[in-house]
């Protein structure tokens, strides 16, 4: 059984921008979900989206900083559970951002998977890779209209 999620992406600008999409609570919204997050060591943060019974999540994503590298690396804890403080998902995501070819890239390891998480590993794979997808959107759609201004 898989117990981590990795994936890699190219972006066509420079890791300070994408770094923006990882770190500033608006623009993670825009990608991800509702949060609270600060880029600070060690600060708790939640992940809010809509609950899926279905996979034995309530919808809450609780989450803390874990370690904070400026435009290279950002890792953080992502638990979740179906509620009242039950926790069924404990594992890890890690951002690492790597200037390549006037252009970053991205790396997504998320990792600490176990037996009973196998429904929303597979859920969170394929969500990463939207996710992902959005960033880069983003991230363009953001370049023209800055060209075109």
């Not at 859920?123 to 880069?136: A, H, P, R, V």
């Amino acid at each position: 059984m898989q117990t981590e999620i990795k994936h890699t992406w190219f972006y066509n600008q420079p890791p300070e921008e994408v770094w923006k999409y990882l770190t500033k609570a608006e623009l993670i919204a825009q990608w991800l979900m509702g949060n609270d997050f600060e880029p600070v060591m060690g600060h708790d943060f939640k992940f809010c989206t809509k609950p899926i019974p279905s996979l034995g999540l309530d919808g809450i994503f609780y989450c803390k900083v874990l370690e904070i590298v400026p435009f290279k690396k950002l890792t953080y804890s992502w638990k979740g559970g179906p509620g009242n403080g039950a926790i069924t998902l404990d594992t890890v995501v890690i951002w690492t951002l790597e200037p390549k070819d006037n252009g970053t890239e991205l790396q997504l390891v998320h990792s600490g998977y176990n037996e009973e998480n196998i429904s929303i590993f597979s859920s969170m794979d394929n969500g990463w890779l939207k996710n992902i997808q959005k960033i880069d959107e983003l991230l363009n759609r953001n370049n023209n209209a800055n060209t075109n201004a």
